[in-house]
Nanobody, 116 residues
């Protein structure tokens, strides 16, 4: 059973930065395709960024490109999302997602609030 636990959320002022972490259990975590999604208030869950375990490619949603950076530490089975120049529209619950062998796993999410 794979478990994903997000952390690092909180309240930040516009223009500020936060780094989210997602700790993944399981020895095969380094083989996962891992992604960040978010659900803004009264919106559907949307893709933010992902990282391939094979190619290292990191596609981003247009809304965060140039501001957010996804990375992973395979030795620590941890996924990161560095978020810079945050704006109120980035306020959302951020979710970690992992896919392995066609099975999808989700974390419970972490709240990020951008407000002055």
């Amino acid at each position: 059973q794979v478990q994903l636990v997000e952390s690092g959320g909180g309240l930040v002022q516009p223009g500020g930065s936060l780094t989210l972490s997602c700790a993944a259990s399981g020895t095969a975590a380094r083989s996962f395709v891992m992604s960040w999604y978010r659900q803004r208030p009264e919106k559907e869950r949307e893709f933010v960024a992902s990282i391939s375990p094979i190619t290292g490619q990191t596609p981003y949603a247009n809304s965060v490109k140039g501001r957010f950076t996804i990375s992973r530490d395979n030795d620590k089975n941890t996924l990161f999302l560095q978020m810079n120049n945050l704006a109120p529209e980035d306020t959302a619950v951020y979710y970690c997602k992992a896919i392995l062998g066609g099975t999808v796993y989700w974390g419970k999410g972490v709240l990020v609030t951008v407000s002055s």
